[in-house]
């Protein structure tokens, strides 16, 4: 059974598989393309306090091309479930040190409860580690895509090799 289709540009840069021009056309033709926003915004029904952070995470899954604005809404829920997650946190905690037990087990319950929906929007955004090791990403394109920074040691041999290859 095959697996599921790759982007052509994925398909292209792994290099196993030729495609003429017509079938790289017609290929991307095929292929659903959503721009890139200028910048994460927000949804309106997101609590003002959580707009901060969301702008944040949203600018680095944009800058790693995890981010379109359709994908606005999925962000604005894991927040949110963070949220609620985090206060329910909060009062099963208070609840176990009083030893009320009944009390704890049902902010447990509710705790497990946000806890889940907030891992199920992380893993839909990649932001686990775990479904950030499903991208398929090729080693030729994530290279290209993170630009390092030449230090001293680099400019050095740089600078030896093109001293070498000069005077050869």
Partial sequence: MPG????????VANGRK?????????RRDQ?????????????????KKL???FRQIGEILRLAG????LDRDALGQYFLAR???QRADKLAGKAIREQDEKLAKEWTTVQSTYFRQCRQCAEVLGLSISSRCRLVVPPALSAAAAPVEEDEFTRA???????????S
């Fill in 18 to 26: 030729h495609l003429t021009r017509a079938e790289e056309d017609q």
């Fill in 31 to 47: 292929e659903v393309h959503v721009p890139v926003p200028d910048r994460a915004e927000p949804p309106r029904w997101l609590p």
């Fill in 66 to 69: 995890l981010y379109a604005e």
């Fill in 51 to 53: 707009h901060a952070e």
């Fill in 4 to 11: 599921p289709r790759q982007p052509t540009e994925l398909v």
């Fill in 83 to 85: 949220e609620r997650w």
């Fill in 157 to 167: 041999l740089r600078a030896r090799q093109n001293r070498a290859a000069g005077g």
